[in-house]
C-alpha cells in the first residue's frame, strides 16, 4: 500500500470525473420555455430548481455507489436501502426543501426476493424518517451492465407555505457553523474504505478494539437523515445556508459558500471508527476530510446573533446533538487549524 | 437456437423481477404526513403522482438498459442520450403531465470526456424535443459494479391549468383507439434484439436488403417523443387513456385498461426492420408483440364521436402520422385479429 492513499488512487479520479461532466452539462444546453416551468439557476448546488405554477420545487438524484458490494459481502441490504432515500433527501435538506416524493432505482444482475424484500424495508425506514412517498421506481435485470447491484434514487421536494430556498446568498463573515453529527461514513467513499479493507486484511465479521458491532457493521450502518434538522431551521431568517457534508467532505462548505472562509476551529476528535480506517489505511488528514464526513454530515450556517436560538430550535425537533464547529470568516475555502489543514474549494 | 426465443430466453425473465418488485414494493410501503404532500393512487401506471401546495405533479424513472451495449459496439452515444430523456418523458406523457424537469444518471467503468459529450448532445436533443429543463444529474465511475456504461433519467411532469391527470378511468367500450407510428425498438429488448444479431451473425455496419441505412444504425435509432401528441389532447374531454407501449408491447394496454379489451384490428404491416429481426431470429409474432411497439409507440383512447376531431388535433400538433387501429370492446386484455393473437393482461 502506498503512503498515502487518495480517492484518486483508489479507482476513482474526481478531477477526471468532471472534465467529463462537465463536457456533458456544456452539450446538454437546452433552455425550456416558460410554458414548461422554469428552471431556477442555483450552479454547483445540492439540487436542481424549478418553478412549476405556483409552487418552486427541488429534484436531485444519487446512487449509493460502492457501499452496495459492502451490503453484498456481509449479505445485509437494509442500510443500502436506507441510504438510498437518505442521501437523497439530505440533499434536498440542503437547499431547505422539504421531501415529498421519491423514486427508487434498482438494478441487478440477477433478481432475488429477499434481497428486493430487503432493500424495501430499508427504504420504507429512510422514507419514514424522511416523511416521503414512494412513488414508484425502476428495476432491470441487466446482468450484462450491473455486476451484483445498483441502488439509487431520486428525490422531489418542495417549499412550504412562505418558505424559500436556502442557496447561502446571506452567508457572511460572522456567521456561526452549527454541526450535526453522522451516523457513520454514511454512503462516501466506499471505494477507498474497501481498498483499506483488503490490503490491511481487516477481518469485516469481527469488532475492532473497543468496539461492540462487527466492523462490517459499523462500516455499513445507514446514513443519517437531516430531515428534522432542515425543516426546524429552513423558515427561519437566521437560518443563512446549509450543507450536507457528502462526498467531498469538508470541501462540500464553497459549494454554498464560495466568497468565504469556513474556518472549523472547534471540529473536535474525529469518531474513532475513522481515526481506525485511517491508522489501518495511513491515510493523512487531508486526504481523510476531503473524502469523508469525519464525524460531522450537516452543517447549518446561521447569524452569530442567532446560533443559541438555532441550537434550541433544533432541540426542540428532537436534534440534541448539534454543536457550534466553527465561524465564517472573509477569504475563501476552508479551514481546519485543529488539523493543519487548508483547502481551497470544491473539486 | 431454440425455435421460438422468448424474452426470458434471452436472459430477463420478467416473472422473476416481478415476484421481486413485489417484495420489494410491500416491504416499502410508509405513508406520508398530509404535511409532505399526498400521493395519490395510479397502480401500475406510468407515472407517480403527488399533489403538493396547489399543483399536482407526475415523477417517472427509467433507464435505457441494454440498448447502451448496442452504442458501445456502435461508438455511438447521442442515439441513448436522447432514449433517456425520450423514455420517460413518453411515461409522462401517458398520463397527460407536461415535461418540466429531468436529472440523468450516467454511470461508467471510467469516464470518458467526448462519450460523455455525445451523451450531451443526445440529452439537449430530447430535452428540446420535450420542452423539458435539465435540472442536474449524478455521474459516477464505478468500474466494480457497471460494466461500460449505464444510462437512465427521472422525469418530473405538471398538469398546467385545470388539467387532470389521464389514469384511463373514463375508457368504455366503443371507444376508439389511435395510435402513433415509433422510430423503431426504442429502448425495449434489446436484450433479445442483441442475442438475435450474436446468433444469426449480423453485420451491424451493413444494411440489411432494401434499406440505406446500416442494421446497427437502424437499431440504434433514438425514441420517438410523444409530447407533441400528449400536448394536442390532454386538455380535451375526448381522451379518455393514453398509453405508452414500451417494454411489454401491447400488452402496456390494459395498464390504462384493466376492465375492457382492447382490439387492435387495424394495426397493419409491422415495420420491415420488425419483420426483419423476427425472421432473423425465427420469433414468433405472439413474443414480438409482447416485447416490442411492433411500429405504433404510443395510443391514445379517444370518445368514438370525437376520434376525428382528435386526429386533427395531432394533425394541427404536427403529428400527422397518427391513425385509427382498432377499438375498445367490453371483455379484457388485448387482441390483434389480424395476426390471430390474444393477451390476458399486463405482466
Redesign the interface.
Known amino acids: 500500500m502506498p503512503r498515502a492513499p487518495t480517492y484518486a488512487a483508489s ?3 474526481r478531477p ?2 468532471g ?15 416558460r ?3 422554469l ?1 431556477l439557476p442555483a450552479p454547483g448546488h445540492y ?4 418553478k ?4 418552486t ?1 427541488a ?5 449509493v ?2 457501499k ?2 459492502l451490503a453484498e459481502q456481509l449479505g445485509r441490504w437494509e442500510e443500502v436501502g436506507e441510504d438510498a432515500v437518505a442521501i437523497n433527501v439530505n440533499d434536498l435538506a440542503a437547499v431547505g426543501a ?4 421519491l ?5 441487478c444482475e ?12 430499508g ?2 425506514r429512510g ?2 424518517r424522511a ?20 441502488l ?1 434514487a ?1 428525490a ?1 421536494g ?1 417549499f ?1 407555505g412562505r418558505r424559500r430556498p436556502i442557496l447561502g446568498g446571506r452567508i457572511a463573515p460572522g456567521d456561526v457553523l452549527l454541526g450535526i453529527p453522522s451516523s457513520g461514513f454514511h454512503a462516501n467513499g466506499f ?1 477507498l474504505i474497501r481498498r483499506i479493507v483488503r490490503i490491511a486484511r481487516v477481518d469485516l465479521h469481527r469488532p475492532r478494539a473497543g468496539a461492540r458491532l462487527s466492523v462490517g457493521r459499523e462500516l455499513l450502518t445507514a446514513t443519517r437523515t437531516y430531515i428534522d434538522a432542515s425543516e426546524a431551521l429552513a423558515d427561519r431568517p437566521f437560518t443563512h445556508g446549509l450543507a450536507h457534508l457528502s462526498g467531498g467532505g469538508v470541501r462540500n462548505l464553497p459549494r454554498i459558500g464560495p466568497n468565504v472562509r469556513f474556518v472549523l476551529d472547534r471540529w473536535g476528535e474525529p469518531p474513532p471508527l475513522a481515526r481506525w480506517l485511517q491508522e489501518a489505511g495511513d491515510v493523512r488528514d487531508r486526504e481523510m476530510f476531503q473524502t469523508f464526513n469525519m464525524g460531522i454530515g450537516f452543517v447549518a450556517v446561521v447569524a452569530p446573533a442567532r446560533a443559541n436560538a438555532a441550537l434550541r430550535a433544533l432541540e426542540r425537533a428532537g436534534v440534541r446533538d448539534a454543536r457550534s464547529i466553527g465561524t465564517v470568516e472573509s477569504g475563501r475555502g476552508v479551514a481546519l487549524p485543529e488539523f493543519g489543514l487548508r483547502y481551497e474549494g470544491y473539486t
Chains 1, 2 share one sequence.
Open positions: 479507482g476513482v479520479s477526471a470525473l472534465r467529463a461532466v462537465r463536457a456533458l452539462i456544456e452539450a446538454a444546453r437546452y433552455r425550456a420555455p410554458s414548461h416551468g428552471a439540487a436542481g430548481l424549478l412549476v405554477g405556483r409552487e420545487l429534484l436531485t438524484t444519487d446512487t455507489g460502492t452496495v458490494l422539504r421531501p415529498a416524493g423514486v427508487d432505482t434498482v438494478l440477477a433478481p432475488d426476493p429477499a434481497t428486493f424484500a430487503a432493500i424495501g424495508r427504504l420504507a422514507l419514514a416523511r416521503c412517498s414512494l412513488l414508484g421506481g425502476e428495476s432491470a435485470a441487466v446482468r450484462e451492465i450491473v455486476r451484483g447491484f445498483d439509487g431520486t422531489l418542495f412550504p471505494t
